[in-house]
């Protein structure tokens, strides 16, 4: 602030008020603040609870004038013309810009009221109005699609770790050969047996419509089923294997040429090639187990370097692979869902601690939205199902009678033996477990 502006009078270095660019003259303003509060009163208590809800929105409370003229604040026009004015732009549409003769501008701002009073004989009119402040943004409100989120945050955990992974490879390529040879051999050998059991038949039957008697239950979402013959599943696994086993045969001719972009980047490609070849998302969780559970090579050499960073980035997709599955995943129960939350999470925090420990930021942070979002995907979708609890009799007694006395609905009976796995439905165990509604 300059020495002249220091030196004004008071008076004199006040701004003109205006709402919407719109001059007046200010007899005074007032600005009220506060607390939301919500008051809650208990019988035979004394005394209330009162439950701060957060600040309330800033309100200026401003009485003014306007004038024949406008001269002495800046207006223009006749006092007819200005209340003309005034009128339009009160009933315009959204936020508007109120400047405060000291406090300065205040850009989002509300009308809330507005009066116009003249005087039947004079020249002027009298402006009462309330002005509320517009700063919180609606969206934040909105609870986001945390089950959209898991697919996209998993693509971009994968991108993230690869290209860290492939940074630090190509620091030492050449000391990290053995263990790069090492690494890959293996890997091409476990995806080799694993791609046999997730596209068998077997496998596959679960993405069929319907459940296939007591035994087979799929967890992949009805709008999700293949709703394919025996036959054509046994051709989409075949399908399946087959592109598996070509990014197999594309990852060996890599090694051997020792491209570096292409071994880190095609064992990425694998890994999802796997989680995608079954629809299945609890087969494709299954298949991704041992890659998730691999061990590293004991430290202290270079071969056990390379081998380890390798190691690493074939475990950490597969984490974000069985991250992925829960997304398109359907749950029975709260208790499936919360247990499922806290195994995935699992895996994830002891990724986060090792990314942590390598300074891998990036994949950090990549992994920590991942978690967050399975964690609200779960807890969102798990607090609507119904949880599990124990059923106890004293005689064995049909499944139908089980179903209606429980759920006053037959048609769920299939459920129950699919939960309890009797012998037969018409004998159900005395102690069993199900839904609780």
């Given at each position: 602030m300059g020495t002249n502006s220091i030196n004004l009078p008071f008076f004199q270095s006040l701004r003109?008020?205006?709402?919407?660019?719109?001059?007046?003259?200010?007899?005074?303003?007032?600005?009220?603040?506060?607390?939301?509060?919500?008051?809650?009163?208990?019988?035979?208590?004394?005394?209330?609870?009162?439950?701060?809800?957060?600040?309330?929105?800033?309100?200026?409370?401003?009485?003014?004038?306007?004038?024949?003229?406008?001269?002495?604040?800046?207006?223009?026009?006749?006092?007819?013309?200005?209340?003309?004015?005034?009128e339009r732009i009160a009933m315009q549409w959204?936020?508007?810009?109120?400047?405060?003769?000291?406090?300065?501008?205040?850009?989002?701002?509300?009308?809330?009221?507005?009066?116009?009073?003249?005087?039947?004989?004079?020249?002027?009119?009298?402006?009462?109005?309330?002005?509320?402040?517009?700063?919180?943004?609606?969206?934040v409100m909105v609870v986001p699609n945390a089950q959209g989120q898991t697919e996209d945050l998993g693509t971009r955990a994968k991108e993230t770790t690869t290209l860290e992974t492939l940074t630090e490879i190509k620091k030492e390529v050449r000391k990290y050969r053995n263990g790069i040879l090492n690494r890959v051999n293996k890997f091409t050998t476990t995806v080799r047996q694993v791609i046999s059991t997730a596209t068998s038949l077997f496998s596959m039957i679960t993405g069929l419509p319907g459940?296939?008697?007591?035994?087979?239950?799929?967890?992949?979402?009805?709008?999700?089923?293949?709703?394919?013959?025996?036959?054509?599943?046994i051709g989409l696994g075949s399908a399946n294997r087959v592109n598996v086993i070509n990014k197999v045969d594309q990852l060996s001719n890599a090694l051997d040429a020792m491209d570096i972009d292409k071994i880190v980047n095609g064992i990425s490609d694998?890994?999802?090639?796997?989680?995608?070849?079954?629809?299945?998302?609890?087969?494709?969780?299954?298949?991704?187990?041992?890659?998730?559970?691999?061990?590293?090579?004991?430290?202290?050499?270079?071969?056990?370097?390379?081998?380890?960073?390798?190691?690493?980035?074939?475990?950490?997709?597969?984490v974000i692979c069985i991250a992925e599955s829960t997304a398109k995943r359907a749950y029975v129960s709260y208790d499936d869902a919360v247990n499922t939350r806290t195994i995935v999470c699992q895996y994830i925090d002891q990724e986060l601690k090792i990314a942590g420990d390598q300074g891998l930021d990036g994949t950090y942070n990549a992994l920590m939205n991942l978690r967050i979002s399975v964690s609200q995907d779960l807890t969102s979708r798990g607090a609507d199902l119904a949880k599990v609890e124990q059923i106890s009799a004293a005689a064995s007694l049909p499944s139908l009678v089980w179903a209606q006395r429980l759920y006053q609905d037959s048609g769920r009976e299939k459920e129950l033996v699919k939960s309890a796995n009797p012998i037969h439905p018409a004998f159900m165990p005395i102690n069993f477990k199900a839904l609780s509604s």
């Open positions: 003109p008020a205006s709402w919407r660019n719109f001059p007046f003259g200010v007899s005074s303003i007032a600005l009220s603040l506060g607390r939301k509060i919500a008051v809650h009163e208990y019988p035979y208590a004394d005394g209330v609870y009162a439950e701060d809800l957060g600040a309330k929105g800033k309100a200026f409370h401003v009485m003014g004038f306007i004038v024949e003229g406008g001269g002495a604040y800046g207006g223009k026009g006749t006092l007819k013309e200005q209340i003309v004015e005034l959204g936020n508007g810009e109120f400047i405060h003769p000291t406090l300065g501008a205040r850009p989002k701002m509300c009308l809330l009221n507005f009066e116009i009073e003249q005087d039947q004989k004079g020249r002027v009119a009298s402006l009462r109005f309330t002005l509320l402040e517009n700063i919180v943004n609606p969206t459940e296939i008697g007591r035994y087979i239950g799929s967890a992949i979402p009805q709008d999700l089923k293949t709703n394919k013959s025996v036959q054509q599943l694998t890994v999802s090639s796997v989680f995608e070849s079954n629809p299945d998302p609890v087969q494709a969780l299954n298949a991704m187990l041992p890659f998730a559970n691999s061990q590293p090579m004991p430290s202290g050499t270079d071969e056990a370097i390379g081998f380890n960073l390798l190691n690493d980035l074939i475990r950490r997709t597969a």
